[in-house]
């Protein structure tokens, strides 16, 4: 399995208060994601890194920020929570032009984190 | 309209059955398409990379066709661990890396 983990696993968190999720991988992939899954909507991007500080904004980015210091960690910041924001989380890990050569690789993804907002 | 859209299922199927899924995808620049199989409350993970000449994993077929912007999945022989939700994903955007995903659908063989 590759190496992804996610921190923490499950959360309980008041309406209002922040919360910060961490996605440490150990696999030096380039690109980072961090996705929601909800009933019905299947996986969708928040946000997305493809280096040290480069992110950008997925389809559902409202009400979330991150920020990638390092190649290993991504982490994503509900500002403000809201009961909206009860969800699953996931981060995946991707690296399109692998330097060993070859095609695209396939996303491998953490085991994701349970939010709840109440 | 959304960007990839899958059959809405359930699936529910005897042991041994062949089942098929479709998934349609609304970019007619989408380089790369996926296959990926979730168990419940797992995470998912990479079933199959789907190639235009269409690719084959034992049980499993997998066809592109690009002028009707679809994709399918066959599963023969169903086994009782194919249960699953399986999501069609897409990447819409090569530079980007952005891989989007179907909303799944779900499977369940029966014994």
């Known amino acids: 399995d590759a190496g992804i983990t996610q921190s923490p696993r499950h959360k309980v968190t008041e309406t209002g208060t922040p919360v910060t999720l961490r996605c440490h991988q150990t696999?030096?992939?380039?690109?980072m994601y961090w996705y929601r899954q909800d009933p019905g909507h299947g996986l969708r991007l928040i946000h997305y890194s493809y280096g040290v500080k480069d992110t950008d904004k997925g389809e559902v980015s409202d009400g979330y920020s991150v920020s990638r210091s390092k190649t290993e960690d991504f982490l994503l910041t509900l500002e403000s929570a809201t009961s909206s924001q009860t969800s699953v989380y996931f981060c995946?890990?991707?690296?399109?032009?692998?330097?060993?050569?070859?095609?695209?690789?396939?996303?491998?993804f953490g085991q994701g984190t349970r939010l709840t907002v109440v | 309209r959304k960007e990839v859209e899958q059959d809405p299922g359930p699936f529910n199927v005897p042991e041994g059955a062949t089942v098929a899924f479709n998934c349609t995808y609304s970019?007619?620049?989408?380089?790369?398409f996926f296959w990926y199989r979730q168990d419940c409350r797992k995470e998912p993970k990479l079933l199959m990379s789907v190639y235009s000449s269409g690719n084959e994993d034992g049980r499993f077929t997998a066809q592109l066709n690009r002028a009707s912007q679809y994709i399918s999945l066959l599963i023969r022989d169903s086994k009782l661990s194919d249960s699953a939700t399986y999501l069609c994903?897409?990447?819409?955007?090569?530079?980007?890396?952005?891989?989007?995903f179907g909303s799944g659908t779900q499977l369940t063989v029966l014994p």
């Open positions: 994903v897409v990447n819409v955007a090569l530079s980007a890396r952005q891989l989007t």
């Open positions: 696999e030096n992939h380039r690109y």
């Open positions: 970019n007619s620049a989408s380089q790369s």
């Open positions: 995946a890990i991707s690296d399109p032009f692998p330097r060993t050569g070859g095609r695209d690789t396939e996303a491998f």
